[in-house]
């Protein structure tokens, strides 16, 4: 934790479109004891909602990292530095249900306030859930949507979860 400053949501500064799309995140998600789950994802969101900064997170039912988000409050998000794109990519398509995902990836497994992230990590959002909502088609006003993101119509749910604190890497 050392290797970290905390900063508040308000003086993070970052490009977002970067951040997301090309850059990546990993979310990090509590498994069980002192062990934790990291799943890689790039379809998300920061901003303001409910008077709250707030990140908004994309993940399918299917996905280990569903039923470990749901059984608890807390995560985090993570940015890492291009170096780690092959462990991120592992994160991505490997299962955390019968992989320990953190010691393939060479990971150290850290806590802040109860919350999980690796010190590999560049910048780290602690993350507390607000609200969960499904996706359905019937929102979908363009078509293109379903077809495109969905074609074997397993959607997302929505997660939007308030930004306590962020640590940026000294």
């Not at 569903?66 to 991505?92: M, N, P, W």
């Not at 953190?102 to 602690?126: N, Q, R, S």
């Not at 088609?137 to 379903?146: A, M």
Request: net charge negative.
């Amino acid at each position: 934790m050392d290797n970290f400053a905390v900063i508040s949501p308000a003086e993070f500064q970052c490009r977002p479109f970067n951040m997301i799309e090309k850059d990546w995140f990993v979310i990090t998600t509590q498994k069980g004891g002192d062990n934790a789950n990291a799943m890689t994802a790039n379809w998300a969101g920061i901003g303001f909602l409910w008077w709250e900064p707030v990140a908004f997170t994309f993940i399918r039912p299917q996905r280990f990292t569903h039923d470990l988000i749901d059984s608890t409050d807390a995560h985090s998000i993570a940015l890492f530095d291009e170096a780690y794109r092959k462990q991120l990519v592992f994160c991505g398509e490997a299962s955390g249900r019968d992989t320990d995902k953190a010691k393939e990836c060479g990971f150290t497994l850290l806590w802040h306030d109860g919350i999980p992230f690796f010190a590999e990590a560049e910048i780290v959002m602690l993350c507390r859930k607000m609200a969960k909502q499904p996706l359905s088609p019937d929102g979908f006003i363009d078509p293109v949507i379903g077809e495109k993101a969905y074609p074997e119509r397993d959607y997302h749910d929505l997660y939007i979860s308030k930004i306590l604190k962020i640590l940026v890497k000294k």
